[in-house]
């Protein structure tokens, strides 16, 4: 399964040892990484991890 079929852009992930929840932002070509960002406090991270680093983050259920 290639990095885009797994995590398409958009997807919610997190670093397998923990961290916290980014959006990839973009696919690299075939060499295994994807590009995320998420926020720290108001300020706009990024990076790029490979794929076999990042789990999906499941969304968690609204309260009614």
């Known amino acids: 399964m ?3 079929e797994k995590f ?3 997807k919610l992930v997190r670093l397998k040892s923990g961290g916290p929840d ?3 932002k ?3 070509d075939s ?3 994807l590009y995320t960002q998420w926020f720290a406090g108001k ?3 990024q990076g790029h991890f ?3 680093s ?3 983050v499941k969304p968690k259920p609204e309260a009614e």
């Open 2 to 4: 290639s990095s885009g």
């Open 8 to 10: 398409p852009i958009g």
């Open 22 to 24: 980014m959006t990839v």
């Open 26 to 28: 973009s696919k690299t």
């Open 31 to 33: 060499s295994g990484y």
């Open 43 to 45: 300020k706009l991270e």
């Open 50 to 52: 490979q794929v076999d």
């Open 54 to 56: 990042l789990e999906e």
